[in-house]
């Protein structure tokens, strides 16, 4: 087994800089989930720890030893990809021992091996199959099975879920999440699905134009987002975002629709701010319908529908405030219609403010 860490880290293509001063550690064990919209840098960050990518700059450490100039065959990490990347015209028995065959393994070793792998994966009677005989989900989990035979000390995963339909991913993300519990393997999964990261990692790691955001717990993040870009790719529906101002000595929240007090605890960082440009973030479960209880301090709002969304067990409603968009859930006794005039309750404790400039939490 072996920790990550990611130093300074550096990728230029030319005079494109795709990844730039990536500092991240991954503990022994972790499950750390990198995410980031198409064309961050996730791929390249993970090519570069499996040595498939050179680095231009900084260095990358696997179980405290500096691999930047390690082939990827003496790393001891093994690589799932989105593709899958089975050879067609062996079985699953073959492509599971592909990797070991390489590596000279004996025959009742490697037997041993792909039986073990082949019963955790539940696909021990597809073992005389070829891939075009398999659905996605066991070419998936051949997939995972061909990682895992190697008993390797990292796990790469480059979305390895994103070619099965949403059932089947919602059912391989809870087995994957398992087996790397199970197995105790440092993993590194790359996504661009906000669920699939809060849902997998023990931690997250965001990244947004190559650089990385914030690192936390998946709550963490979603409580206490850093910046703006994490407020608003964390989370869905995501969190409604306001443009305001300070005013009264800091002491309340201007925006176009409405005003409010700002809470206690963000008074100290507001009070220097006083007529500062600030946006206010407010997720869905913090407005609240009439006639429901508000946790904590609350302060109405008035908005105007402009489209309801029955789900059967609650009513996504798409509203405006002032001329800003703002969305909440609602209990599905009424469903509120066009135009329709209503009055909601902000939960005031949990108000994100941040920097209009910096974009920063406040
Ligand atoms: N070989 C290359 N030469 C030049 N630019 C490249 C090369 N490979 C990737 N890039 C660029 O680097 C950036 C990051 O690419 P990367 O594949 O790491 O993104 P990603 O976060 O994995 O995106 P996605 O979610 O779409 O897979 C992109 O802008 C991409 O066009
Ligand atoms: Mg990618």
Redesign the pocket.
Known sequence: MAGVVLRNLAKR?GE?R?IEGLDLEIQDGEFMVLV?P????????LRMIAGLEEVSGGEILIGGRVVNDVPPKDRDIAMVFQSYALYPHMTVRENLEFGLRIRKTPQAEMDRLVTEAAQVLGIDALLHRKPKELSGGQRQRVALGRAIVRKPSVFLFD?PLSNLDAKLRVQMRAEIKKLQARLGVTTIY?T?DQVEAMTMGNRIAVLNAGKLQQVGAPLELYERPANLFVAAFIGSPPMNFFKARLEGGGGRIAAAGFSLPVPAALRAATAARDGAAVTVGIRPENVVELGRAPRGESARIPVTVDIAEPLGDEVIVHARAGEDPVVFRQAPHAIPGIGDQLEVQVELDHLHLFDAETQRRL
Do not use: R
Request: proline share 0%.
């Open positions: 293509f494109t795709v980031g198409s064309g961050c840098g996730k791929s390249t960050a979305e790359v661009h």
